[in-house]
T-cell receptor, first 112, second 114 residues
Framework: SQQGEEDPQALSIQEGENATMNCSYKTSINNLQWYRQNSGRGLVHLILIRSNEREKHSGRLRVTLDTSKKSSSLLITASRAADTASYFCATDTENRDDKIIFGKGTRLHILP | EPEVTQTPSHQVTQMGQEVILRCVPISNHLYFYWYRQILGQKVEFLVSFYNNEISEKSEIFDDQFSVERPDGSNFTLKIRSTKLEDSAMYFC????????????FGPGTRLTVL
């Protein structure tokens, strides 16, 4: 069964604006991670948030987690052209095994 | 900053040939993973490896696939007889300790099966 699902699938905003991406998941989790992927490139780890945390910051990134709604959001403030990429959430599984399950991602395009 | 490396960056092979994809995980990490991403699709888990054995594998990881840690640094994925549908980006990842920690990904190997 699918786990993380991002919303929206694609997002275009003007440089300098804030970008918000959402992720919903189905089963209980231990943690949730956000990754960035530039076109055709590898995955860059952004933030890990644990199930007992509600919010986490890293530079211009803010991640929230609402376990009651089984959802997370990634906010990028003051967006830059270099933020253009696909953003994925990934969750561990109910079984607490080693794998993480990725969503389909949000394609973010920052317009100059 | 330590990082996961992968070689080659691009591998082209004929259908039915064997390929070996190589990865060097971060040195103090104990858990190793392979994922793949077919063009335009989501990243899919293939296998996890800990303490010199497979700890978890997906339905994709059938008998054509195998993993090995032949020495203290390399972690390899072998596909015995490649199929057209094996064409994808293959990502290696490592973490300090299983699902409780961040998984750090390599840049990927683009496998093209002709």
């Amino acid at each position: 069964s699918q786990q993380g699902e991002e919303d929206p699938q694609a997002l275009s905003i003007q440089e300098g604006e804030n970008a918000t991406m959402n992720c919903s998941y189905k089963t209980s989790i231990n943690n949730l991670q956000w990754y960035r992927q530039n076109s055709g490139r590898g995955l860059v780890h952004l933030i890990l948030i644990r199930s007992n945390e509600r919010e986490k910051h890293s530079g211009r990134l803010r991640v929230t987690l609402d376990t009651s709604k089984k959802s997370s959001s990634l906010l990028i403030t003051a967006s830059r052209a270099a933020d253009t990429a696909s953003y994925f959430c990934a969750t561990d599984t109910e079984n607490r095994d080693d794998k993480i399950i990725f969503g389909k991602g949000t394609r973010l395009h920052i317009l100059p | 900053e330590p990082e996961v490396t992968q070689t080659p960056s691009h591998q082209v092979t004929q259908m039915g040939q064997e390929v070996i994809l190589r990865c060097v995980p971060i040195s103090n990490h104990l858990y190793f993973y392979w994922y793949r991403q077919i063009l335009g699709q989501k990243v899919e888990f293939l296998v996890s490896f800990y303490n010199n054995e497979i700890s978890e594998k997906s339905e994709i990881f059938d008998d054509q696939f195998s993993v090995e840690r032949p020495d203290g640094s390399n972690f390899t994925l072998k596909i015995r007889s490649t199929k057209l549908e094996d064409s994808a980006m293959y990502f290696c990842a490592s973490s300090e300790s299983g699902s409780d920690n961040e998984q750090f990904f390599g840049p990927g190997t683009r496998l093209t099966v002709l």
